[in-house]
């Protein structure tokens, strides 16, 4: 006997608290885990858009001739550095861009916790409706059998029994009705937590209550310090100032580098060996303004030499 009441306690599902249940919507709600990994990628591309780009080797072969009696080959290393502050303003856009999706974050975390919030008062509701209803049906029972006796002596009329008869099939109709509602809340909150809708839940417990409600101002400055939507519109503005600062800076021209050589062999019949000519390039691009234009200067040190 004891080992059959231990299975049969250890094969319950345990009870249902709000708090565990929040804290299990926070790590397994599949949309709270898509926000998360939406932080995470805007957070890692801050570092990304305020770093130079990526510089450009080439290889080129230039002009060779059918017979490849020369092969000419030009090897070209560029970089580019942005002038006028557009790498700081593609960083501010871009942690502006990861303060957006921190703020989507907390609201949609806020959205979740009041959807499992309303989906356990619902399920509780149920519960202890269908407690009462089952408590009300007992009751009702003894009344019936009481009212058949009643009219069977000739004590009661016949109306006693029919009343007593609908207000028993009022609660039945009544606890199927908080049944279905309780299917209903299970199901909603089985999706909010990502668990098998068919599963058996556990027995609600009751929730604690405030003993005292806030002050409205000070929920007032709260909600001003703490809203999701107001940091997001404040994120949004800091990404609008960084977006005119980088569209001012894309007026000012970017300052480009390269270095190249030119490496070109012949070829021909006799044992001597080949001449090597080499040409060895490096330029440097700057911006410069005169009389209210802008133009580019170009550098070139070149160095020739012949070896035979």
Partial sequence: MIAVLVSVALAAPPPLRLADLLREAR??????????????????????????DDPMLMVQLWNAPADFSTVPVMVQLSQSFPLGGKRGARADAARADAAMA????????????TQVASAYFDLFL????QQIDDELEAILNVVLRSSE???????????????????????????????????????RLAALLDRDPASVPGN??????LARFPDAMVLTERALRERPELASSRAAIAGAHAQERLARANRIPDL?????????????????????????????????????????????????????
């Fill in 256 to 308: 480009g580098l390269f270095a190249a050589e030119m490496h070109m062999t012949r070829r021909r019949r006799s044992s001597s060996p080949p001449r090597k000519p080499s040409t060895r390039c490096a330029t440097g691009s700057r911006p410069r303004w005169r009389k209210g234009t802008r133009t580019c200067s170009r550098r070139c040190i070149r160095s020739t030499s012949t070896t035979s």
């Fill in 102 to 113: 921190g703020a989507d974050l907390d609201q949609k975390q806020r959205e979740v916790e």
């Fill in 149 to 187: 006796a009643r009219v069977s002596t000739g004590k009661a009329e016949q109306v006693e029994l029919l009343r007593a008869q609908g207000a028993l099939i009022q609660v039945r109709s009544e606890r199927e009705t908080a049944i279905d509602h309780r299917r209903s809340a299970w199901a």
């Fill in 126 to 129: 149920a519960d202890r409706t």
């Fill in 204 to 209: 609600t417990t009751e929730p604690g209550v």
């Fill in 27 to 52: 790590e397994k709600n599949p949309e709270l885990k898509a926000a998360t990994a939406r932080v995470r990628a805007t957070h890692s591309a801050v570092e990304p858009a305020g770093a130079l």
